[in-house]
C-alpha cells in the first residue's frame, strides 16, 4: 500500500462553523463546505469524486487507521480494498480503471472512495 498526498484543505477541519454538504449526481459525488479566508473572503470547497463505484464513512469513533488522511485527499495505490473489487469483477475494473481516495475530518471521520478521479475546486463564493 502506497499512500500520496493529492490535496490539503484550506483551514483545519475542527475549524468548519457549517456542516459537510454531500450531494451525488449519478455515480459522482460531491463533499463540500464554506469557510472564510484571512482576508474575511468567503470561499467554497468542492472535493469531487468522479464515477464512484463504491464509498464509506466511518465515524471518528470506530476509525481505526485515518492513512495520513488528516484534513488531506490521498490516494492509496495497491489498497486492499481495490484488491478485492480487481479480483471480483476484473474486467469491469480495467475499464473504470479505478482509484481509492480518502479524507479523514476532524469530528466528522474518514471517507473513501472507489472512483477514477478527484478533481478540488476553491473558489470565491460570490
Known amino acids: 500500500m ?5 490535496w490539503e ?3 483545519l477541519s475542527s475549524q468548519l462553523e457549517d456542516e459537510l454538504q454531500i450531494s451525488i ?4 459525488i460531491t463533499i463540500s463546505f464554506t469557510y472564510y479566508t484571512d482576508k474575511n473572503i468567503q470561499n467554497r470547497v468542492e472535493l469531487k ?3 464512484v463505484l463504491c464509498h464509506m464513512h466511518t465515524s471518528e469513533r470506530f476509525t481505526k487507521a485515518m492513512l495520513d488522511s488528516y484534513d488531506t485527499v ?8 481495490l484488491n478485492e473489487l480487481k479480483k471480483l469483477n476484473e474486467r469491469d475494473f480495467k475499464f473504470w480503471k ?7 475530518f476532524d469530528g466528522i471521520g474518514l471517507y473513501q472512495f472507489i472512483s477514477s478521479d478527484f478533481v478540488a475546486l476553491d ?3 460570490k
Not at 502506497?2 to 493529492?6: Q, R, S
Request: hydrophobic letters at 35%; glycine letters at 4%; proline letters at 6%.
Open 2 to 6: 502506497n499512500i500520496k498526498k493529492l
Open 9 to 11: 484543505l484550506p483551514i
Open 25 to 28: 449526481n449519478g455515480i459522482d
Open 49 to 51: 469524486f468522479d464515477s
Open 74 to 81: 490521498v490516494q492509496i495505490d495497491d489498497s486492499d480494498w
Open 98 to 104: 479505478p482509484k481509492h481516495y480518502a479524507i479523514y
Open 123 to 125: 473558489k470565491e463564493v
